[in-house]
C-alpha cells in the first residue's frame, strides 16, 4: 500500500551549494524550521538533541553534497519518520524540496494541518537565503 504524502518545494534565488551547506548543518536550523524546531544541540556524532514544541525529539542529517540530498530522520518520543528532501539547481539559483509522509497515529487532517506550517518555513529559509 501506497502511504499518503505531501511534497513542498520552493525556488530560492542563491547558489545551490550554499543553500546546500546551510541546511546540511543542524545548527542553522533553529534559524529557518522556525514553527518546529526551538534549539538543537550536538548529541553524538550523528544525532542532534532538539527541542520541539512537542517536547525533546533527535534529529540526523543524512546529506551527499554532490547530488543534494538532505534525507534527513526525526525521532520523538510518540513518532518517527525519515524526511526525504533534495536540493537541486535551477538557473542562478535552486530548488529545495522536501516530502513528508503521514506517519502511523496521525489523522490525514492533522497530518495536513502540520505540513502546512512547513510553507512558513520554507519562507523564512528563502528569506534568510537570498539576504545574504
Given at each position: 500500500?501506497?502511504?499518503?504524502?505531501?511534497?513542498?518545494?520552493?525556488?530560492?534565488?542563491?547558489?545551490?551549494?550554499?543553500?546546500?551547506?546551510?541546511?546540511?548543518?543542524?545548527?542553522?536550523?533553529?534559524?529557518?524550521?522556525?514553527?518546529?524546531?526551538?534549539?538543537?544541540?550536538?548529541?553524538?556524532?550523528?544525532?542532534?538533541?532538539?527541542?520541539?514544541?512537542?517536547?525533546?525529539?533527535?534529529?540526523?542529517?543524512?546529506?551527499n553534497a554532490e547530488f543534494g540530498?538532505?534525507?534527513?530522520?526525526?525521532?520523538?518520543?510518540?513518532?518517527?519518520?525519515?524526511?526525504?528532501?533534495?536540493?537541486?539547481?535551477?538557473?542562478?539559483?535552486?530548488?529545495?524540496?522536501?516530502?513528508?509522509?503521514?506517519?502511523?497515529?496521525?489523522?490525514?487532517?492533522?497530518?495536513?494541518?502540520?505540513?502546512?506550517?512547513?510553507?512558513?518555513?520554507?519562507?523564512?529559509?528563502?528569506?534568510?537565503m537570498e539576504s545574504t
Amino acid at each position: 500500500m501506497i502511504g499518503y504524502s505531501i511534497t513542498k518545494s520552493i525556488a530560492i534565488e542563491a547558489p545551490r551549494d550554499r543553500v546546500f551547506v546551510f541546511l546540511a548543518d543542524a545548527a542553522n536550523w533553529p534559524q529557518w524550521a522556525i514553527v518546529n524546531v526551538a534549539s538543537v544541540k550536538p548529541a553524538d556524532d550523528q544525532w542532534w538533541d532538539m527541542e520541539t514544541p512537542g517536547g525533546t525529539a533527535k534529529l540526523r542529517i543524512r546529506a551527499n553534497a554532490e547530488f543534494g540530498i538532505l534525507d534527513h530522520d526525526f525521532v520523538a518520543p510518540d513518532a518517527s519518520w525519515t524526511v526525504p528532501a533534495r536540493v537541486v539547481p535551477n538557473g542562478s539559483g535552486c530548488e529545495f524540496m522536501i516530502t513528508f509522509f503521514q506517519p502511523p497515529g496521525f489523522t490525514r487532517q492533522f497530518f495536513e494541518e502540520q505540513v502546512a506550517l512547513v510553507d512558513k518555513e520554507l519562507a523564512q529559509l528563502k528569506s534568510i537565503m537570498e539576504s545574504t
